[in-house]
């Protein structure tokens, strides 16, 4: 079973902290992502990289960072966290194998931060 | 951007009843997914449909697919209290291989009664 885990599932931080957000997954895969959750607006993506120390935008990219040092740790760093960054951010992953189902992704159970 | 939107945002039935929900897209896709989450989880992948299919069943799951008009229908059928979710459907476009980006739609919150 591909196993995708978060280093937190709930967070409390003050305005101005940097905070890091780590998602290990064991299943070799070259994709991950990093997304935001809040209520009425549905997923979205934050940074997603394809491979070791490649990164791209998302939809939402200011205030946040990324780095993929090693295949299977993704992290997400707000650099000066702020409120309108309290929100359940969930992590993922997928793989390019021929054979795998085109683009399925694997989430991990999620992180909920809240910034006071 | 959000291109997938689902209708409804809410659903509430009885257990038994059989249970649909929409997503409409923009754009030109390979494949669309379905996904659900329980509450405070993670996404859990359910069922994929490629753009040449228009039908797919899983077990109590069915999704269709019309691509001329840009959207997909998960229908769950006889319901079960444990079918309470949200459930998501994402898109993936042509060319997202390398990526393996999806576009994820807003989410059809589903109640089963008991």
């Known amino acids: 079973d591909v196993k995708v885990t978060q280093s937190s599932r709930y967070l409390v931080k003050r305005t101005g902290e940097k905070v890091f957000l780590e998602c290990v997954q064991d299943?070799?895969?070259?994709?991950m992502f990093w997304y935001r959750q809040d209520p009425g607006l549905g997923l979205r993506l934050i940074y997603f990289s394809y491979d070791v120390k490649m990164k791209e935008k998302g939809d939402i990219p200011e205030g946040y960072s990324v780095s993929r040092e090693k295949k299977e740790r993704f992290s997400l760093i707000l650099e000066s966290a702020s409120t309108n960054q309290t929100s359940m951010y969930l992590c993922?992953?997928?793989?390019?194998?021929?054979?795998?189902?085109?683009?399925?992704?694997?989430f991990g159970p999620g992180t909920r931060l809240t910034v006071l | 951007s959000q291109q997938g939107e689902e209708d409804p945002q809410a659903l509430s039935i009885q257990e038994g009843e059989n249970a649909t929900m929409n997503c409409s897209y923009k754009t030109s896709i390979n494949n669309l997914q379905w996904y659900r989450q329980n509450s405070g989880r993670g996404l859990v992948h359910l069922i994929l449909?490629?753009?040449?299919?228009r039908e797919k069943h899983s077990g109590r799951l069915r999704v269709t697919l019309d691509t001329s008009k840009k959207s997909s229908s998960l229908l769950i059928t006889a319901s079960r209290a444990a079918d309470t979710a949200s459930y998501f459907c994402a898109t993936a476009a042509f060319g997202s291989g390398n990526t393996g980006k999806l576009i994820f739609g807003q989410g059809t919150t589903l109640q089963v009664k008991p």
């Open positions: 299943m070799d895969h070259e994709n």
């Open positions: 993922a992953s997928s793989t390019r194998l021929a054979g795998a189902t085109y683009n399925e992704q694997f």
């Open positions: 449909i490629r753009s040449n299919e």
